[in-house]
């Protein structure tokens, strides 16, 4: 394997087009917008337990930025700079070549700059550092939720997962499903643009990583509130409804909003291409706590381990 | 193994002194000072490249840390905040509890808060990113020397090189040389306050991580110069010689100035304890070229190979 200088040459130094000092020095140098405070997401993707060695190296770049990115995007913040540290086993070039050629892709669908970084070897390891900005005291927390507010989720999560479940077996899905569900896996969309528009909108947001449950569970423990959904707006019941509730890893924005703020994003999601879907409302309760209610307004009971499949 | 959350709220959750938002959402959130640049350093360290599973943990949190610090210091700027991921098999608790008291001890030595990471599971694997800030304009670059200015060392490089050596048998030290080596490899202390006093003095600076040699290396051809090192300013010949031109690992500075602030120099060297030994000069030649004269002024082969043993 050339060395590490060689290696970062000529995969990853590319001009910085907004940082002051790139790759090359003992450290990278980046001027913060004026009156922008800054959004920092650190991720780890580990060989054997985040992918696999023989996954598509170009789609595993893509997605070890995209994953940072949909952080930064639910804080309602501009990604603008990564920094890629990398360990590899001997021998990894072509590897290396596809990786480099997926992260690039993503970086600059998304205008980022990748300004440092690190390569060494030992077991395969991704571990990004990614930056974003956001106006002072703009970014959209976990914990800015309030009592009877909708809650919005972007897109349709859970295909990601089925696309998972079909590769594993456990699923057979057929096109056009297919094609859509393993485009989910393998390129997540982070949804920078949604973000950026919710700033004045959302009270709260938090992306689907987890999986809807989840991670809606801890945006309510950080507000300190409980929540309905109703099962009406959700799809119909069945492993789609089981991965829209369970499924990880499809970037999708969760969100509150206040009730007077509908029309406005029923018009950002035409704007945007993207369905925006009010699922419930936060109420008063424990923390945390999730109640599902049927079209006649009952509590319905959906087993947590229905989604083990999922989750 | 707890989960990642738990093992976050046990060992890295600690209230943020200095950012907007800490550890547990989905990014933290800091606000730069007016008028500074950020300055972004990141390193992965593996086992069994750069550690070892059965080395103190505690010594190896505050490694991690201050190997990032020294990047930082480098550049002249003040380190402010790290993130923190880190893969590890199961069971490691209690090596995870050593290894966050190094890291806090480090970081509490600095001033700076870890506000943010990812904690996962896999072969032993530490990535730290750490930023620092620094008035705009003032980073001290590798690319900033000029012609006929001095080569300042901070310290005595080597002595991190020479413990590592006693420890594999190859050299034998002993009191009280063996404790202040074993110190430097095991706890190195990064020029902080150095780095800070050299912007306006230095014109250029790196640290020592890869030997003196090498890196004052990198730092000539960044900024297109040769050198001429002086070798009765250097360590008597033999084993301290060839540890101090060769041992990475001490995370020194070497820097350049211009002759008309070597008594600013002594002075800082006087105030902060530490001292600071000009070795010899900037000149006119080929990109990186270092020659080393004797007292004569007549070029010596320094021969590479003897330096194998610590590079």
């Given at each position: 394997m050339p060395s590490e200088f060689a290696l970062i040459d000529r995969y990853f130094r590319r001009p910085a087009r907004h940082a002051v000092l790139g790759v090359g020095d003992d450290a990278a140098i980046v001027r913060p917008s004026p009156g922008c405070e800054l959004v920092i997401s650190t991720d780890m993707l580990v060989a054997g337990t985040h992918f696999f060695p023989d996954d598509d190296a170009e789609d595993l770049g893509w997605k070890a930025l995209a994953v940072n990115v949909s952080d930064i995007a639910a804080m309602g913040a501009q990604p603008r700079w990564a920094l890629l540290a990398v360990a590899l086993p001997a021998a990894s070039e072509a590897w290396l070549e596809k990786f480099a050629r997926g992260l690039f892709a993503c970086a600059d669908a998304f205008g980022i700059d990748l300004i440092g970084g690190d390569t060494t070897r030992g077991p395969r390891n991704i571990c990004i550092t990614l930056f974003g900005e956001v106006p002072i005291g703009q970014a959209l927390l976990r914990s800015g939720a309030h009592l009877y507010e909708d809650i919005w989720v972007s897109g349709m999560p859970g295909r990601a997962a089925l696309g998972l479940a079909h590769l594993e077996g456990r699923v057979r899905l057929t096109e056009p499903a297919l094609s859509v569900c393993l485009a989910a896996l393998r390129r997540p969309q982070p949804r920078v643009a949604l973000g950026l528009a919710l700033r004045g909108l959302a009270s709260a947001a938090i992306d689907v990583s987890d999986g809807l449950l989840a991670d809606l569970g801890h945006l309510l423990s950080a507000s300190s509130l409980a929540a309905t959904l109703k099962l009406?707006?959700?799809?119909?019941?069945g492993i789609e409804r089981d991965a829209y509730l369970a499924g990880g890893d499809d970037y999708e924005l969760i969100f509150t909003a206040a009730p007077e703020h509908r029309a406005a994003l029923q018009g950002l999601s035409e704007r945007l291409a993207l369905p925006l879907t009010r699922i419930g409302q936060t109420e008063a309760g424990p923390a945390g706590q999730l109640t599902i209610l049927d079209a006649d307004g009952r509590p319905v009971e959906v087993a947590r381990r229905g989604f083990d499949h999922f989750a």
């Open positions: 009406d707006l959700l799809p119909p019941a």
